[in-house]
């Protein structure tokens, strides 16, 4: 499963952007899906989390009331609403994707993928 993020740009302090995360491949359904970012000089931080339903979602604090994580499972896409961006929430941005799919010869297997990233600037 491949997956491809856009959206990515700079954006005013309170501003707004949306992020999307839309996963390819052949014969898959994917599981929980994940935000993760990774701010100039600095190791990766989680941001959200949503299952295959879309009804359990977290947040990190950092972004809670103020991110919001959805999807469509009918379009395979991942998407991150971004309300009132800080200059803090600058930063690659990436999503992670579990998954389950069928093999060369007929078998489900578990898998896991990531995307290549989506910078995101917040400045004015």
């Known amino acids: 499963v491949q997956l491809v993020e856009s959206g990515g740009d700079l954006v005013q302090p309170g501003g707004s952007l949306r992020l999307s995360c839309a996963a390819s491949?052949?014969?898959?359904?994917?599981?929980?899906m994940t935000w993760v970012r990774q701010a100039p000089g600095k190791g990766l931080e989680w941001v959200s989390v949503?299952?295959?339903?879309?009804?359990?979602?977290e947040y990190a604090d950092s972004v809670k009331g103020r991110f919001t994580i959805s999807r469509d499972n009918a379009k395979n896409t991942l998407y991150l609403q971004m309300n009132s961006p800080r200059p803090e929430d600058t930063g690659v941005y990436y999503c992670?994707?579990?998954?389950?799919?069928?093999?060369?010869?007929?078998?489900?297997?578990?898998?896991?993928?990531w995307g290549q990233g989506t910078q995101v600037t917040v400045s004015s």
């Open positions: 992670e994707a579990d998954y389950i799919y069928l093999n060369s010869v007929g078998v489900w297997e578990v898998g896991r993928s």
């Open positions: 491949g052949s014969t898959f359904s994917t599981d929980a």
């Open positions: 949503i299952d295959d339903s879309g009804t359990l979602i």
